[in-house]
């Protein structure tokens, strides 16, 4: 069953950690991207990357940056965690044809 | 770029009644359009999705959605829900030709109710 694979399901973390989260595809996709989930805002994307060693902001990259050092893995890092960071982190995968995605199941991140 | 609208945060509906839950976008450009479903502490599943050809999309538990071009609308409908269809549902675009981001909608919260 093809999947995307998010490490952690649930996280706390303080304020001015650096917080790592993963996200590894088994479907060698080339396209990957991070999303975070707030009630009311629907899905805002932070980063998205078309291939290894790629990548390009989206529409709220402020406090976020992206690794893909190889194709089925793709991290979030937060380079020093603040409150208004917490919320459901989503990570997708897509073909190159882009038609519709492949979710993983969620991190829920607590910044205290 | 492209936006969609989900003018419905929230819609309550009794077992066994139809519902539709609204999508609108703009987009300059031809589009893709997809719908969405989040269970609760899940991440989203493909329900549906309009490629082309005809308008009438369906999926396997009996959602369907019309591609509306000239109301810009793909509003999913169920002629009658059951209760395990309480989830949020997410309408999203991209334009045509492939490998591009979605754009998504602020979702709709469908409760249904005995």
């Known amino acids: 069953d093809v999947k995307v694979t998010q490490s952690s399901r649930y996280l706390v973390k303080r304020t001015g950690e650096k917080v790592f989260l993963e996200c590894v595809q088994d479907m060698d996709h080339e396209n990957m991207f991070w999303y975070r989930q707030d009630p009311g805002l629907g899905l805002r994307l932070i980063y998205f990357?078309?291939?290894?060693?790629?990548?390009e902001k989206g529409d709220i990259p402020e406090g976020y940056s992206v690794s893909r050092e190889k194709k089925e893995r793709f991290s979030l890092i937060l380079e020093s965690a603040s409150t208004n960071q917490t919320s459901m982190y989503l990570c997708?995968?897509?073909?190159?044809?882009?038609?519709?995605?492949?979710f993983g199941s969620g991190t829920r991140l607590t910044v205290v | 770029a492209q936006s969609v609208t989900q003018l419905d945060s929230q819609v309550p509906v009794f077992e066994e009644a139809p519902v539709e839950l609204r999508c609108n976008y703009s987009s300059s450009v031809s589009v893709y359009l997809f719908w969405y479903v989040q269970y609760p502490n899940q991440g989203l599943q493909l329900l549906l999705k309009y490629l082309s050809g005809s308008t009438l999309v369906e999926s396997i538990n009996g959602f369907e959605a019309e591609f509306n071009k000239s109301q810009t609308s793909f509003h999913l409908r169920k002629p009658s829900v059951h209760i395990s269809d309480t989830a949020e549902y997410f309408c999203a675009v991209t334009r045509t030709g492939g490998g591009n981001k979605l754009t998504f909608g602020t979702g709709t919260q469908l409760k249904v109710e005995l």
């Open positions: 997708a995968s897509s073909s190159i044809q882009g038609y519709g995605y492949t």
């Open positions: 990357s078309y291939d290894v060693k790629m990548k």
